[in-house]
């Protein structure tokens, strides 16, 4: 073994290696940790800034060519973790928010209307991100249709309430690696609506800081339709990574999509991009057509007039609506299908975008 290979040769080797979202050094960014050698063995820690991270595997293989190449080297190991680095606030934020300490990440799923999927989306998205290795938690702020319990499978869950020396503490349910706490746990569902609106500003800060959410890299928050206040209570209290506009192809949707984005933007929260949701229709007894039930290629022109991602098209696939009344959502229940697909790319794109604000405060 030519005596050249040591530590600084191995990190000197991986040094051109970029991450290539942040376009930076693996090496100047402290990913590679614990190089280690034994004879022509060598081994090293890639440390992700996101279990989520979309392109773990090329990152991988461009450690291991550069490391490879080195005269001696026999075989390189690389095991990969993930340290999602901390949100820190946006710049020109409003003041007065109070983050959640152990919370890393706050991400708004929103819409201008209800019934385009922001839901399934929000389930999908915090199931995927906790398949992937991420600790995640889900809070579902929508007082009109408080439906993720159901469709995370803890439809008949409570929220276990504690009182500790700082007061009332609540216990969220957890099922398929996402913690939950909804207004379905904590309202009556036969009241009337706008007895529930003024509950609503207490009940969302309650779901922020008084209950044991722990170690979060993600905490999802499936919002209520349109522009209201609960939207406005959650812009206020806390620092958001990011929001996530959810829509559907159609013209009308789409509107009321804009209108939503432009209320986050006001609100200083930064757009992780468009999801659009039930974008065509494949029959499952025929497989080889499509139908574009709501129109066509409305998110990617609204995303491009934007100036916004596409974050994806998820399809109108009647297991994803069966998922949801099951309680095993479509990204448990049927990984390989094409929806499930889109809302794990979706998941990843979003968990990729959140790290590189994060570390550069630039999409
Ligand atoms: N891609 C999809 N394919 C099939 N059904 C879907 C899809 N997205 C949502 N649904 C179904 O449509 C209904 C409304 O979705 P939901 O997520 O509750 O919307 P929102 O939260 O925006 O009101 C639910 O029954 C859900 O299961
Ligand atoms: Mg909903």
């Avoid at 109108?316 to 095993?328: M, S, T, Y």
Wanted: hydrophobic share 40%; net charge negative.
């Amino acid at each position: 073994m030519p005596a050249t290979l040591d530590k600084a040769t191995i990190l000197d080797a991986l040094r051109p290696v970029q991450d290539p979202e942040l376009q930076k050094s693996l090496v100047e960014l402290n990913m590679i940790r614990n190089v280690e050698m034994d004879g022509g063995q060598v081994s090293f820690t890639l440390v992700l800034t996101t279990p989520a991270c979309p392109l773990r595997e090329l990152i991988v293989d461009d450690c291991k060519a550069a490391v490879g190449k080195l005269p001696g080297v026999n075989t390189v190991t690389v095991e990969v973790t993930a340290e999602t680095p901390q949100f820190k606030g946006n710049s020109g934020g409003l003041p007065d928010q109070e983050g959640i300490p152990g919370i890393k990440h706050i991400i708004a799923i929103t819409s201008g209307k209800g019934g385009v999927g922001k839901s399934t989306v929000a389930v999908n998205l915090a199931v995927a991100l906790a398949q992937m290795g991420a600790k995640v938690g889900l809070l579902d702020a929508d007082i009109y249709g408080p439906n993720t319990p159901n469709m995370m499978g803890l439809g008949s869950a409570n929220v276990a309430v504690e009182q500790g020396p700082q007061g009332e503490r609540l216990e969220p349910p957890f099922n398929h690696g996402v913690k939950l706490v909804s207004m379905a746990f904590l309202i009556d569902p036969d009241q009337p609506v706008m007895w529930r609106g003024p509950m609503l500003n207490g009940i969302i800060r309650k779901f922020l800081y008084q209950v044991n959410w722990g170690e979060l890299d993600y905490l999802v928050v499936d919002m209520p339709p349109g522009t209201g206040d609960a939207q406005l209570t959650l812009a206020q209290a806390v620092p958001m990574s990011g929001a996530v506009v959810v829509t559907t192809p159609q013209t009308v949707a789409l509107q009321d999509a804009r209108r939503g984005l432009r209320m986050f933007q006001q609100l200083k929260v930064p757009i992780l991009g468009i999801a659009e949701n039930m974008s065509y229709f494949v029959p499952p007894d025929r497989p080889e057509v499509s139908y574009d039930i709501f129109g066509s290629k409305g998110g990617e022109t609204t995303a491009q007039e934007l100036g916004l991602p596409l974050l994806g098209c998820v399809p109108l696939e009647i297991p994803v609506r069966e998922g949801g009344d099951n309680g095993l959502p479509i990204v448990l229940a049927d990984p390989d299908s094409a929806s499930a697909k889109a809302l794990v790319s979706i998941a990843q794109q979003v968990a990729a975008r959140i790290s590189v604000l994060a570390l550069t405060g630039d999409t």
